[in-house]
């Protein structure tokens, strides 16, 4: 059974920093990419930032410079380091990954959130 399982996050005041991580079980699959989202009251879901096996980053325009993703791929996991963060930062925040298997494509699959408040 695939489990996607965050944790780190909490109450920091603003201009403080939390890093957050995801443990991603079911060795035998490939995930890629790794991926957080969140998703703050009344808003729609927003991919946050994204990250392949190889490394490859991308972040969306208002975490950029704050935010950094990194993954450990020997323990299927990935991190998100939060700083600098500001009140517009509170949401949950979902990991996400992609997984294949000798080739074959399994779906998507999301953990199961973490609260993130930012407090001014």
């Known amino acids: 059974q695939v489990q996607l399982e965050e944790s780190g996050g909490g109450l920091v005041q603003a201009g403080g920093s939390l890093r957050l991580s995801c443990a991603a079980s079911g060795s035998i699959f490939s995930f890629n990419p790794m991926r957080w989202y969140r998703q703050a009251p009344g808003k729609q879901r927003e991919l946050v930032a994204v990250?392949?096996?190889?490394?490859?980053?991308n972040y969306a325009g208002s975490v950029k410079g704050r935010f950094t993703i990194s993954r450990d791929n020997a323990k299927n996991s990935v991190y998100l380091q939060m700083n600098s963060l500001k009140p517009e930062d509170t949401a949950v925040y979902y990991c996400?990954?992609?997984?294949?298997?000798?080739?074959?494509?399994?779906?998507?699959?999301w953990g199961q959130g973490t609260q993130v408040t930012v407090s001014s």
């Open positions: 990250i392949t096996s190889g490394g490859i980053t």
């Open positions: 996400n990954a992609d997984l294949s298997s000798a080739g074959l494509n399994y779906g998507t699959f």
